[in-house]
């Protein structure tokens, strides 16, 4: 079986390798939105529950359902030797995707004097939801879900018959 992201493979498999991965990471990134807001609102109508709660809730939930799909459906084929780390590094790059976001939203808010709703929502979950995406789609594929070394190719060793047909050259 021929691998599509070796280095033997065409520009154009290595594209619609890529157009792959960025379609299932874009499915998987989608499902994460709706359970944050499905985990989002249900903690809301929990009485007790003030929002920032809620929305510390709704994103670990969103982040623990995102790493399922992940490892299991768009990178169930890279290499998954140390759980431990693979996870570390999934939570850092999380956190730090989400700090991306937040970040984009207080510089909107206190730099540029963003203050309605709307545009608030537009500087967090558009500009910041994109520039965090960007930056955690480029630290899964590199450093979470590695990719399995390729193997080389065996070289070839002449039979024993080719071998005598062979010159012999004197040392």
């Not at 991965?21 to 007790?48: D, H, K, R, S, Y």
């Amino acid at each position: 079986m021929t691998s599509t992201t070796g280095p033997k493979a065409s520009l154009t498999q290595k594209l619609r390798s890529l157009s792959r991965e960025v379609t299932g990471f874009a499915v998987i990134g989608l499902v994460g939105v709706v359970v944050n807001a499905g985990v989002f609102w249900v903690c809301l109508q929990t009485p007790g529950v003030i929002g920032s709660l809620a929305g510390f809730i709704a994103t670990a939930v969103a982040i623990g359902t995102n790493y399922i799909g992940y490892r299991y459906w768009l990178y169930a084929d890279r290499d998954a030797a140390s759980r431990k780390r693979e996870i570390t590094l999934f939570l850092i790059f999380s956190g730090i995707g989400m700090l991306i976001e937040n970040g984009i939203l207080a510089f909107s808010v206190h730099v540029l004097g963003y203050s309605s709703h709307a545009e608030q929502l537009i500087a967090k979950n558009v500009v910041g939801l994109a520039a965090g995406t960007v930056f955690r789609f480029f630290s899964y594929r590199t450093w979470v879900f590695k990719a399995l070394p390729e193997l080389a190719e065996p070289a070839t060793v002449p039979a024993p018959a080719e071998a005598a047909l062979q010159p012999q050259y004197a040392k």
